[in-house]
């Protein structure tokens, strides 16, 4: 075998960081090491594997097809290391969950991954859908956890459980308690909302497809506790999931609008490049996550701990 798995990790992270000084930081070696091991791997098979657009390095078409298989092998070489030092071969996962995935499932999931598999590493990188699907298609993350839809050629998707918004308001609100509200006097409110890219605002948005006019946006927030808090304070109504606002509802903190004419039930599901190898380490979490809903029809049904 001509190449290593060095020269090969090296060729993964610049892809990903598009810059040698960068990967070098990812890798902990020093620059000139780095670039070394980038040369030697394309002067050994007489090949150029990445194009410098200014500043950037970018992947040709053998880079492109490259990269994947690369990033299987890299998998598969540290899964025989793990299971050489005695720890299962689970080795490091790489998550990405959207925000109401991230702030209310990710991280119990992850807890109590961790304790089944002692040595295991896994990092979470919580963002927007857009963001999400992005790092899956350029093998920055291992999995991802969305709640928006996903139309990437080159990614895997599997549905997980279903997940419904609710729209709601401060319980000092005028269409507090009120009954079913219509479309058109929802569009007139000023409104609390998800950024551009996310989940929820998309859904939010295409099940108001069916009306000519548009939401009068007050506040875009990228956090979903900061669009419940401007909604507390009596800033205008939003729209998340009921996974999110269960405690509030009970408080009485927060309450919802009924809003008959919109669809707002989605889809949550995990996705992975379509090249990915699956490592021992990405099926136990899938396992684990398809354990935490079983039986389950709503995300919102979850056992979770009350927030006080």
């Known amino acids: 075998m001509r190449f290593t798995l060095r020269q090969l990790e090296v060729f993964v992270a610049v892809a990903q960081h598009e810059s040698v000084s960068r990967a070098a930081r990812a890798l902990s070696l020093s620059q000139s090491a780095t670039s070394t091991a980038l040369a030697e791997l394309e002067r050994q098979f007489d090949c150029q594997l990445l194009d410098r657009i200014g500043k950037r390095l970018k992947l040709n078409a053998l880079g492109f097809q490259l990269l994947p298989k690369a990033v299987a092998l890299l998998d598969r070489a540290e899964e025989v290391e793990e299971l050489l030092r005695g720890r299962q ?151 998340v999931s009921k996974l999110a606002l269960r405690d509030a509802f009970r408080r009485g903190s927060l309450v919802p609008i009924p809003t008959p004419e919109l669809d707002l039930s989605r889809q949550f599901a995990f996705i992975w490049h379509r090249h990915k190898y699956l490592a021992t380490g990405m099926r136990e979490f899938l396992k684990l996550c398809r354990q935490m809903t079983e039986g389950i029809t709503r995300s919102d049904q979850i056992a979770l701990p009350p927030v006080p």
């Not at 071969?89 to 991280?107: C, K, P, R």
């Not at 079913?180 to 569009?187: C, F, I, S």
């Open 89 to 239: 071969g689970i080795g490091t996962l790489d998550v990405g969950a959207t925000l109401t995935i991230g702030n209310y499932l990710a991280t119990l999931l992850i807890g109590d991954f961790m304790q089944r598999f002692p040595g295991s590493r896994v990092r979470l990188a919580v963002r927007n859908t857009r963001a999400i699907i992005e790092g899956v298609r350029h093998h920055e993350l291992d999995l991802g956890l969305i709640e928006g839809h996903c139309e990437a050629e080159d990614v895997v998707t599997q549905p997980w459980v279903e997940d419904e918004l609710a729209v709601f308001c401060s319980p000092r609100h005028p269409l507090a308690g009120g009954g079913p509200v219509e479309l058109e006097r929802l569009l007139r409110e000023a409104w609390i909302m998800r950024e551009q890219g996310s989940g929820t605002r998309l859904t939010l948005e295409q099940a108001a497809r069916h009306r000519r006019g548009r939401f009068n946006v007050l506040l875009e927030l990228e956090h979903t506790e900061g669009i419940k808090r401007a909604v507390e304070s009596g800033l205008g109504i939003g729209c």
